[in-house]
């Protein structure tokens, strides 16, 4: 079982920057973990991942060169630095964590999930 909450989330004008964090606790190690996000009325998508040995991420093309993703194992937290923030990346933000060290981006590969964090970019 792994826990996972998430902080860092706010409101923030367009072309600002926001960092999220999420400490993962509990009994297993997880292996991939994932930044999702969802906004009304829309499904929710895998914006970055990353496996356990940090070699191996994704983006989703709308933040590429915008977003990093990173983890610090030691400390069981994986981040995402947002910058050039635009009204479109309002939603709310959620960590998700897998088991297995492969990275997918389908949410239904994901077996723990945060409560979710709001991201508000005003224009």
């Known amino acids: 079982q792994v826990q996972l909450v998430e902080s860092g989330g706010g409101l923030v004008q367009a072309g600002g920057s926001l960092r999220l964090s999420c400490v993962a606790s509990?009994?297993?190690?997880?292996?991939?973990m994932g930044w999702f996000r969802q906004a009304p009325g829309k499904e929710r998508e895998c914006v970055a991942a990353?496996?356990?040995?940090?070699?191996?991420?994704y983006y989703v093309d709308s933040v590429k060169g915008r977003f990093t993703i990173s983890r610090d194992n030691a400390k069981n937290t994986v981040y995402l630095q947002m910058n050039g923030l635009k009204p479109e990346d309002t939603a709310v933000y959620y960590c998700?964590?897998?088991?297995?060290?492969?990275?997918?981006?389908?949410?239904?590969?994901?077996?723990?999930w945060g409560q979710g964090t709001q991201v508000t970019v005003s224009s």
């Open positions: 509990g009994r297993d190690a997880p292996g991939t």
């Open positions: 990353i496996g356990r040995s940090d070699v191996t991420t």
């Open positions: 998700a964590a897998r088991s297995s060290m492969v990275v997918f981006t389908s949410p239904t590969r994901y077996d723990y």
